[in-house]
C-alpha cells in the first residue's frame, strides 16, 4: 500500500527565510510525486509535479523539489519565502496510471510579515 | 473560469438523513475522483471514474456511499443514512488520461462541506 509522510504539521517562518517540507513515501512501482497547495479559502492547486527524468523539479512561485530515490523523499523547498506563501502544502504520491493519488497529512505554512 | 464545479458548497443535514452532491469537472476531462477531507489530514481518495465507468473505490467507501457519472459528464455523489462521522469536506478533481497511458495532474474543486448534526 502507498502512503505519504509529512514530518512537519505546522511551520511558521519569516518572510525572506528559506524553507524546506519534508515528504516521505513508501510507493512499490514507478511513482509521480506532486505537491499541491491550498490558499485559506481556496481549492487545492498543483504545485509542481515529478515524473521522470531530472530529479530536480521546479514548480510555480518559486517552489522546486527534489526527488531522492534513495530515500524515498521528494522534499519542498523554496529559498525565501514571501507572507502569500502562508498556506497548507500536500505531498501526494500516484502511480503511472494515475488512477488515484495519496495524499500526506499536509503542512500548513504561517509566514509572518 | 471552467474549472471543477462543486455543488452545494456547505451542506447541513440531520443524521441519518441522505444527502446528494454534485460535481461537473473540466469539460475535456474524461476522469473524475472524488475525495474526503477531514480537519487536519490530507484528502482521502474514495472514488474515480474514467468516462461512465467507476474503476476504482477505496474501502472507506461503505454501502451507504454511492457515486455515479451516468453520462461520463457531471458526478453525483450520495450518502444515505448519514452518521456524524461523515462530516467532511468532499472534494472532486478531473484529470485527462490518455491513450499512452499518461494521466494528466488532477485539477480540484472548492469541495462541498457536509456537516451531520
Known amino acids: 500500500a502507498q502512503s505519504v509522510s509529512q514530518h512537519n504539521h505546522h511551520v511558521i517562518l519569516s518572510e525572506a527565510a528559506s524553507l524546506e517540507l519534508g515528504c516521505n513515501y513508501s510507493y512499490g512501482g514507478t511513482v509521480n510525486l506532486f505537491w499541491y497547495v491550498q490558499y485559506p479559502g481556496q481549492h487545492l492547486q498543483l504545485l509542481l509535479k515529478y515524473f521522470s527524468g531530472d530529479p530536480l523539479v521546479k514548480g510555480i512561485k518559486g517552489f522546486e523539489a527534489e526527488f531522492i530515490k534513495s530515500k524515498f523523499s521528494f522534499n519542498l523547498r523554496k529559498p525565501s519565502v514571501q507572507w502569500s506563501d502562508t498556506a497548507e502544502y500536500f505531498c501526494a504520491v500516484g502511480g503511472n496510471a494515475g488512477n488515484m493519488l495519496t495524499f500526506g497529512g499536509g503542512t500548513r505554512l504561517m509566514v509572518k510579515p | 473560469d471552467t474549472g471543477v464545479s462543486q455543488n452545494p458548497r456547505h451542506k447541513i443535514t440531520k443524521r441519518g438523513q441522505n444527502v446528494t452532491f454534485r460535481c461537473d469537472p473540466i469539460?475535456?476531462?474524461?476522469?473524475l475522483y472524488w475525495y474526503r477531507q477531514t480537519l487536519g489530514q490530507g484528502p482521502e481518495f474514495l472514488t474515480y471514474?474514467?468516462?461512465?465507468?467507476?474503476?476504482?473505490k477505496s474501502r472507506l467507501l461503505s454501502d451507504r456511499f454511492s457515486a455515479e457519472r451516468p453520462k461520463g459528464s457531471f458526478s453525483t455523489l450520495e450518502i444515505q443514512r448519514t452518521e456524524q462521522g461523515d462530516s467532511a469536506m468532499y472534494l472532486c478533481?478531473?484529470?485527462?488520461?490518455?491513450?499512452?497511458?499518461?494521466?494528466?495532474?488532477?485539477?480540484f474543486g472548492n469541495g462541498t462541506r457536509l456537516t451531520v448534526t
Open positions: 469539460s475535456e476531462h474524461n476522469r
Open positions: 478533481a478531473s484529470s485527462s488520461y490518455g491513450d499512452r497511458g499518461y494521466n494528466s495532474p488532477l485539477h
Open positions: 471514474f474514467q468516462n461512465e465507468a467507476q474503476l476504482e
